[in-house]
């Protein structure tokens, strides 16, 4: 009963959101309050109504009710409770349903928190978010449905992937999600914009939020995704320009692009188009990597659907949503004509910049994800595309970037001289410059592009925490806005993940030994023993533990114990390395195949600064979080009352 309810429910809810993406938007062209007033109301019941749904799935997972496919497919009653709460999007209709929900989830947030939106605009805004909504809820329901019921209902199911029941399972997907469907909103109000064909300093006002909160969400979901790569599939690496992996870098490259241009529109009232433009790729670019997930043009660990009905159904509302939109900015774009004018060398035109690498890397990963598809469409040759054509194309464009990420917040709006502010970061060139000297005299004289590239990561922390530098001297460092603070944390925060990266792809050691029980090797200083071999039992599984010895000088240091399991449902077997971590380095071992006679094979990595990578990519998301609690963006712009289609904009309120 309950699984219908949830599907009922969906079936509601797929209503409501047709209600909600016409009626308001009729309101909002006639100037008819009560329609508008339609949209608020409508957004909180979807949300309830896609929310209850949830809860039926989740209900189903955690009773193991076997009488629903979903269910069966992809859970079992010796599963943990864990993952088989997480385990309700570890699968495609549960995570399609996911998605659904955190989309209505975030028109019911415009709902609550736009009272100081134009009441048009917001109307506009619900609108556009409730008809991408009826585009998911209606994948669920004709192509998707997570409550089908299968008779008679089998006694037990057929168990998750064993790669996915982790505990990283139950947070990336959502925050992910987060992330691509935070992009929605800032979708919906260039949609909105263009409508009205009007976008000011006001507008960006309103946007900025938003597109924080997304980028936020999708930073933690891409550094939790590599995090749980690097230890879940034992091969030493924490980025492997998987095609998917890809799908998810796009956007979160195009919404930092949208973040620096949308201060440009505050500020100056300047890239207007530009970045209605940009608002909408990020979301394009977000539905996107949905397409390459489920439609089953790709094979990968990520890939859910291999359905080509599902491919063609998302690829037409990818098609419909990006076409219609990038059709709308083409008519009303011309309208949208920048006010302020300035210099290139100047503050604006250091964002510019910034945005033009920017957009060029997201080109630069989309030509490379996708040309072998398209080789494969049209002449039926397979090529792969992986890391070396990512780091011989994707690295170098880095490196002017970060070059002139440090400057432009040294640089005055409209106009301003470069020397002056090449000369306020001169501690930092001096410090970058030493950290190479160093990287290549004491660390591999052999790598002059890592020694770069190191210091490269050392030039963003330096000179992003010299503007801090610059404020105390001043005397003015109490009085910095949080949303300023935010950008200097996110800024060295990228240096850090610089050089973890660096670090641990190019000074890393590594090791692969065959071993039987009281076997010792020497490795990177340490001394490893093969103390024992166990069998030991989990709640789905049995897997074989080595217990590894690592000592330094004769002196114990640390005991590994990675283990390969088999787990007995889907009779696959799943490697579960073992990690001894610090600031500085990561000591990483893996079980390979092996037996009593001949040995077990154990991989042994040691990663510099490895957990740098995760550690800068929380602080990055965290700079975004403090600037997300400036008080000016949670304030938001002031109302554009009276409300009507041609109500006179307003500036934002400092």
Known sequence: MIPELGHFALILALAVALVQGTLPLIGASRGDLRLMALGRTAALTQAFLVLLAF??????????????????????????????????????????????????????????????????????????????????????????????????????GNGLNPLLQDPGLAFHPPLLYLGYVGFSVTYAFAVAALLEGRVDAAWARWVRPWALAAWCFLTLGIALGSWWAYYILGWGGFWFWDPVENASLMPWLAGTALLHSAIVVEKRDALKSWTVLLALLAFSLSLLGTFLVRSGVLTSVHAFAQDPARGMFILAFLLFVTGGGLALYAWRAPQLQGGGLFQPVSREGALILNNLLLCTLAATVLLGTLYPLFLDLLTGNKVSVGPPFFNATFVPLCAPLFAALCVGPFLGWKRAELWPALMRLRVALVV???????????????????????????????????????????????????STLGMVISHAALGVVVLGSVATSSWNTELMHTMKPGDRIAFAGYSVELERMDEVRGPNYIAERATLAVSVGGKPYTVLQPERRLFTVQRRQVAETAIQTNLLRDFYATLGEGNPQQGWVIRLYLNPLAPWIWLGAALCALGGFVSLSDRRLRIGAPSRRPSSPQAPPLQPAE
């Open 55 to 156: 809860g039926a799935l989740t209900q189903a997972y955690v009773t193991s009710d076997f009488s629903v496919l979903n269910v069966v497919d992809n859970s079992h009653s010796a599963k943990p409770l864990l993952y088989k709460i997480s385990g309700v999007w570890g699968n495609h209709e549960g995570s399609m349903l996911l998605w659904a929900l955190i989309l209505a989830l975030f028109g019911a947030a415009v709902a609550i928190f736009g009272n100081n939106l134009p009441d048009t605009l917001r109307s506009r805004v619900l609108a556009i978010q409730a008809l991408i909504g009826v585009g998911f809820l209606a994948f669920l329901l004709f192509t998707s449905n997570p409550f089908a019921r299968v008779f008679p209902a089998p006694p037990d």
């Open 432 to 482: 970058s410059l030493a950290a190479i000297l160093v990287a290549m005299t004491m660390i591999d004289s052999r790598s002059t592009l890592a020694a770069l590239a190191f210091g490269f990561g050392v030039w963003l922390i330096v000179g992003s925490l010299a503007s801090l530098g610059d404020r105390f001297r001043s005397g003015t460092l109490r009085t910095l806005p949080r």
